[in-house]
């Protein structure tokens, strides 16, 4: 079985400041996951992702991501917050299936 | 590379009626997800495609929906008949291979449907 839990649903930060938006998951293979960002009234749009060939994936919008085995976290973070990555974020996770977790309102606060 | 392509963009219609979602995948790409966004439910995977082939359609919710996909770069997504609680956004995306044993594509999404029903 395999799962993906979004930490937090709500996250506030002010500008400037660092961004850490945590994931969780659980499977009994090494997955393959995913970072996604959905702003208002759009479609979903892939951040990074991390298929086993390095722990720490960079991606778009200065947007990284470590993967912790030993932690089995895939937690999301950014140095510094930008008024513009006000969105809701979505880990997902998947080795036959695909999860996706609950999603991360993030705030930005200026 | 036009993304994937979602019509209608805004679908209002009253409880009883048929509706037809439709989606065309980047073309090239050989899977095909339907998902439903909800405030209380969250994103959900309704059914897969491989291939044109349904892979997994465990979270349709009901009879009332149905999914086909006639040939590769078109796919349908039906609720007959709609109900209020179907009120959803509606989303397709696409990958170049499927999800399956060690395969986890990207996924691409289109801009989605927001549904409406009364």
């Known amino acids: 079985a395999q799962s993906v839990t979004q930490l937090d649903s709500h996250v506030s930060v002010s500008e400037g400041t660092p961004v850490l938006l945590r994931c969780n998951y659980s499977s009994s293979y090494s997955p393959s996951l995913f970072w996604y960002v959905q702003h208002p009234n759009k479609g979903l749009q892939l951040l990074l992702k991390?298929?086993?060939?390095?722990?720490l994936v960079k991606g778009i919008n200065g947007f990284e991501a470590e993967f912790k085995k030993s932690e089995t976290s895939f937690h999301l973070t950014k140095p510094s917050a930008h008024m513009s990555d006000a969105a809701e974020y979505f880990c997902v996770g998947g080795y036959q299936k695909v999860t996706f977790g609950t999603g991360t309102k993030l705030q930005v606060i200026p | 590379d036009a993304g994937v392509i979602q019509s209608p963009r805004h679908e209002v219609t009253e409880m009883g009626q048929e509706v037809t979602l439709r989606c065309k995948p980047i073309s090239g790409h050989n899977s095909l997800f339907w998902y439903r966004q909800t405030m209380m439910r969250g994103l959900e995977l309704l059914i897969y495609?491989?291939?044109?082939?349904?892979i997994d359609d465990s979270g349709m919710p009901e009879d009332r929906f149905s999914a086909k996909m006639p040939n590769a770069s078109f796919s349908t997504l039906k609720i007959q008949p709609s109900e209020p609680r179907d009120s959803a956004v509606y989303f397709c995306?696409?990958?170049?291979?499927?999800w399956g044993l060690g395969n986890t594509d990207t996924q691409y999404f289109g801009p989605g449907t927001r549904l409406t029903v009364l």
């Open positions: 995306a696409s990958t170049l291979n499927g």
């Open positions: 991390y298929t086993s060939a390095a722990t």
């Open positions: 495609f491989n291939n044109n082939v349904p």
